[in-house]
């Protein structure tokens, strides 16, 4: 880690206007478990509120919140040349994209974990460990997503199409459809988190906890490894 570069990426996070979508991400989802919550006829089921944040919380809000932290500060970097500043500095470029990563896990699991986790009381408050089952599976996905989003941002010359097209078409599509690629589905290790620690709803779920955490966590150090590789093969008139 390098403090200088943690605060300048801090900086350059919050500096962009695109925050603001990142931003109103966990306000959209705790206004939405509000309302769900206040016209629930009764108490809501505690299931019902499992679906809810495992449809918008892990399928919408998390992987968004990863992307634009991602792009804004790796993707936008390149595009406007700014990393070039970086590039320059007698700093490991391993360094850099870890510094970077680790911005980016924070703001995931602030904007996007911790909200689940709130989004959970306040429909249900502590009943059936839903809202401590929305934290886990927030991190495990958090942690998986920042991984491949990081390691797409510096292989790809379109990142940001390739970040939303691997979202849009691989967690939201394809694992959908077919069963065995829920064992490579960043979406899908959050639910089989949030499922496993949440003790309401028959539903089986697709992996083993153990599997999902350590496939996060493989995600994560493959993705970081790979954008340093990448990075460090660059020279400054190649950008």
Known sequence: MNVPILRLGLR???GRARV?????????LLALAAVTSATASGDLAPDSAQNFLNVFGIGVVIPVVALVATTTLISSEFDDGSIIYLLTKPVSRMSIIASKSVIVLGAGLVFGALMM????LVM???????????LVGGVVSTVA????FTALATLMKRSIVGCLLFWLLWESTVSSLFSPVKWLSARAWGTAAMQHVADVGDAKPAVPLLYAVLA???ALGAGIALAGQRLASMTISEE
Do not use: K, N
Request: aromatic share 12%.
């Open 12 to 14: 350059s996070l919050f």
């Open 20 to 28: 603001w979508l990142m931003i109103a991400m966990p306000v959209i």
């Open 117 to 120: 986790f709130l989004a959970g």
């Open 124 to 134: 249900v408050g502590g009943a059936g460990s839903v809202a401590v089952g929305a």
């Open 145 to 148: 997503y920042v991984g491949i």
């Open 216 to 218: 996060a966590l493989v």
